[in-house]
């Protein structure tokens, strides 16, 4: 039940009440025995009650209303002329009736405030309820999206932790795999102690000296074969024939010759070291490998293209500190940046061609050129980074190489090993890498090795094997200090990378994986 009806259906009842009660009691007080209803104005039902005599002007007219247009109760009483005496006793009672009468109206005035004001508190009260009702859907609501949220977080949870079981189970298999390596440890500690007690008799001095000798004796070793690697460099540059010849004898393949010369995995490069700040973006410097004792001539050569001008520096000290130079006029421009000099000639692939030049410097003249049969050229299978980069001329423990690619092979890289003297192809092999996703590449110890690009993050990522024809994908940062590679060469004699990097010379150095046999000993 709405407010506006119970207020109306609580005033009402009210004044039915107190008109009853009247009806019943005026009479039986002041004496009235006659009733009659009358229509009031307005076509509310009026009680008139009368006093005997019949004469209205000798008695008393009570006239009582249900509820007047505000719908307040009104009574009203008629008195009888001041002349009339003989009824003082009914007057009296008139008068006391009256005064309730007015008492009821002030305490139904009083009821009808109190009414409002309960009304006004009902009316709070239903707004507050109803709002609770909204909070409590709306509790509701949220329970039902928080939980299904944590429904979802838990599945996502589950969903983590599943592939995790086939993880928990091999650490089970581990955990017995240990427990088996543990129960070994014990029993090869019991045994180096019977070891130990066998062996009791020898000293500490004794084994501490055993020790020191054959640390001497290894580093003479590595002294020896570091002597013996220079020699063997500059007889493989001079006589290449009888260095084949000679590893044929010791029962060597092809293959395998390049590797006695203190060869080694790559396992490391260092951070770039900055010699120099000179020249144009692109370019190549170097040392000569085959240099005999104290000669660190640098070459110097800007550009890749339409030039034929190469700088000679006495020393590197010179090359870092000063402009003093010897220029050298090429008979014809190069192509690229994989120009090497090599036992006092410098390399080069001739401008627009496959054609390699071998260019002596002490008479000034083409001593031998070769052209590389099927070796893309002119930008048709170059590094990533462009600039005629198509053939890469390199030199490492084992000789000369060049690496290029052909339309036989579908542009992925070849490498060949080239005659040092006559650059004749001695022995060909054919990679899976596509030439044009390389960055650049190096060869050392009859291993090519790819970087992934040339500018941003640098790292050495692919590896072919000349002696096994195999190839394998590895993981070695190469620190691209100036965000843009043109050239990589290594230098077998000082085992270290030269690079120009974006009108820089660095240099870095690498380290090597190599396992000395006791045979070689």
Known sequence: MSVPLLKIGVVLSTMAMITNWMSQTLPSLVGLNTTKLTAAQGGYPDRSIGVLPANPEESWQVYSSAQDSEGRCVCTVVAPQQTMCSRDARTKQLRQLLEKVQNMTQSIQVLDQRTQRDLQYVVKMEDQLRGLETKFRQV????????????????AKMAELRPLIP????YKADARLVQQ???????????????????GAYD????????????????????KLGHWQKEALSDLATHPDNYTSMQTDAGLSKNQQHQTIAC???????????????????GSWMTDPLAPEGDTRVWYMDGYHNNRFVREYKSMADFMMSDNFTSHRLPHPWSGTGQVVYNGSIYFNKFQSNMIIKF???????SKSQRLDNAGYSNTYHYAWGGHSDIDLMVDEGGLW????????????????LHPITLHIIQTWMTNHPRRSAGESFMICGTLYVTNGYSGGTKVYYAYHTNSSMYEYIDIVLQNKYSHISMLDYNPRDRALYAWNNGHQVLYNVTLFHVIRSEQL
């Not at 396992?267 to 692109?282: E, L, P, V, Y």
């Open 140 to 155: 509701e609501e949220n329970h039902k999206q928080n939980i299904a949220k944590q429904y979802k977080a838990i599945k």
């Open 167 to 170: 993880v928990l189970e091999e």
């Open 181 to 199: 390596f543990k129960e070994e440890v014990q029993n090869l500690t019991a045994s180096l102690g019977l070891l130990q007690q066998e062996m």
């Open 204 to 223: 500490y001095d004794d084994l501490h000296s055993r020790v020191v000798s054959l640390e001497e004796r290894l580093r003479a070793c590595m002294q």
């Open 264 to 282: 080694g995995k790559l396992t490391g490069i260092s951070d770039a070291i900055t010699i120099k700040t000179s020249g144009s973006r692109f």
């Open 360 to 366: 002596d410097f002490k008479t000034s003249t083409i």
């Open 402 to 417: 060049a690496v290029y690619a052909t339309n036989q092979n579908a542009g992925n890289i070849v490498i060949s090993k």
